[in-house]
Nanobody, 121 residues
Framework: QVQLVESGGGLVQPGGSLSLSCAVSGRLFSLNVMGWYREAPGKERELVAVVTSGGNTNYADSVKGRFTISRDNAKNTVNLQMNSLKPEDTAVYYC???????????????WGKGTVVTVSS
């Protein structure tokens, strides 16, 4: 059973920093694109940042220059370093992974349960 487990959320003041981490566990053949999405109260889930297995990244315009996504392919983890946080960054942050459990199967998308980030003074 593949699982994604996030950690690192919490309360931080505006201008502060937080680091999120997500670990993928279980038996799998390949781990492809990994990323972070967020869902603010009353809003739809949106992409924050993604990273390929080769290290290519893409960010939402709203977080460019402030957030950095990285991954450790040996440990099957993806991290999100968030700096210069703003109140509008408040949301539940979800880890996302596109993977194959078996080489001949199609890719599947898995989600973590989410971790809450609150930016407030």
């Amino acid at each position: 059973q593949v699982q994604l487990v996030e950690s690192g959320g919490g309360l931080v003041q505006p201008g502060g920093s937080l680091s999120l981490s997500c670990a993928v566990s279980g038996r799998l053949f390949s781990l492809n694109v990994m990323g972070w999405y967020r869902e603010a109260p009353g809003k739809e889930r949106e992409l924050v940042a993604v990273v390929t297995s080769g290290g290519n990244t893409n960010y939402a315009d709203s977080v460019k220059g402030r957030f950095t996504i990285s991954r450790d392919n040996a440990k099957n983890t993806v991290n999100l370093q968030m700096n210069s946080l703003k109140p509008e960054d408040t949301a539940v942050y979800y880890c996302n992974a596109n993977l194959k459990r078996i080489w001949y199967n199609n890719g599947e998308v898995y989600w973590g349960k989410g971790t809450v980030v609150t930016v407030s003074s």
